[in-house]
């Protein structure tokens, strides 16, 4: 093999990602910045995201090494026992946020900026995330909208609060959007493409892409110097989200085709409880070791 030869092939070999660099499985112990987001996505690194919404929950999901964590406001519906994430507030972001922090020592953490805190134009939103940012400690935060969110996304990156763009299926639309596959057809996939380049732009540092045909996700992935993180959008995308209470079997009744669940939090749950209530009932707990004399 010519000297040219090798050095073309070994442009053309995919990256091998630097392996204590690794956002997952790396060496760090420091937390993770959006600097170390932006260089896994020019190494060609894949990365996993979950939410958390507690501090011990978010401790266990740390120590496994999750990289990023977002405190979504997911939490509605997963942590609040509302039925949408449109009820959620600033302050229960806050504190749940908050909490996060406190359970995390590596992980960025994500803090969802709730349905009707940013809406209003760029000085609510940094007035919201500033609150995210002091009172919860995040790393960054979320917000929901391309285009329509432009203004918002610009004052907060130019005032120094990092943001992670949320397109395709937005939930705290869904009383105009429902929970729709979006961005099918010619014109909606021009639209999502237009607006992941328009967050890009405005300096979003990661673009959150929900129940977005596959196709489009990996078309959107390749135009981006900005990862994407997808949910429902198939293999392209540079990361993965998953809610977890989802991930972990934990959510009751039926999932949607995209979620993965990895152990079934639920049963074991629900048969521990009925072991305990059982041996209270019984008279078997507590025993003597149990006692305190
Ligand atoms: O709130 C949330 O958990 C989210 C993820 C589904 C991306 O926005």
New binding site residues.
Partial sequence: MTQLSAAQNSADAPRSPDSSKALYGGKGTRRITVRDITAAKERGEKWPML?AYDAMTASVFDEAGIPVM?V???AGNCHLGYET?VPVTLDEMTMLSAAVVRGTSRALIVG?LPFGSYQEGPVQALRSATRLVKEAGVGAV?LEGGERSLAQTELLVQSGIPVMS?LGLT?QSVNTMGYRVQGRGDEAAHRLLHDAKAAQDAGAFAV?L?LVPEELAAEVTRSLHIPTVG?GAGAGCDAQ?L?WTDMLGLTGGKMPRFVKQYADLRGVMSGAAKAFAEDVVGGTFPAPEHAVH
């Fill in positions: 939410t977002l979504g406001d997911s994430t969802d979320k949320h939930p959150v929900e949910i989200v809610v």
